[in-house]
């Protein structure tokens, strides 16, 4: 497992890093293998919006963003996986987890016909 201070000499010397010899990093990624994928739910509020992991729990996020860009909520989302796997800062890298955007699909409800 690396240390930060191995992490900086590493690229002081540019030595290849790989983040997938991690433990904290092989655990997140056969995780995510085990579930299929993590899905999010992402409610937009006047305060803000919020994304809660629904298939593993504790993995919550959000912003005081009311409408939030897709890159937002991206960063926000990565941030908050890696943080609940201990994942430190210079072992986070994007093609580790990526979105699988799909659009929501939404029931509009009328009334007085």
Same mark, same amino acid.
């Given at each position: 497992?690396?240390?930060n201070?191995q992490?900086n000499?590493?690229?002081?010397f540019?030595?290849p890093?790989?983040p997938?010899s991690?433990? %904290?990093?092989?655990?997140l ?11 999010f739910k992402?409610?937009l509020h ?17 912003g005081?963003n ?7 909520v991206?960063?926000k ?15 986070? %890298?994007?093609?580790?987890?990526y ?8 029931l ?5 016909r």
């Amino acid at each position: 497992m690396w240390s930060n201070i191995q992490y900086n000499l590493a690229k002081l010397f540019n030595f290849p890093i790989k983040p997938e010899s991690d433990r %904290r990093v092989q655990n997140l990624l056969a995780e995510i293998k085990r579930q299929g994928n993590f899905y999010f739910k992402i409610e937009l509020h006047k305060g803000g919006w919020t994304a809660e992991c629904e298939n593993v729990k504790g993995i919550i996020t959000g912003g005081t963003n009311p409408q939030p860009t897709q890159s937002e909520v991206d960063e926000k989302i990565k941030d908050a996986i890696f943080s609940a796997f201990g994942i430190p800062p210079y072992l986070c %890298r994007d093609n580790l987890v990526y979105p699988v955007w799909r659009p929501a699909k939404e029931l509009v409800y009328a009334g007085g016909r």
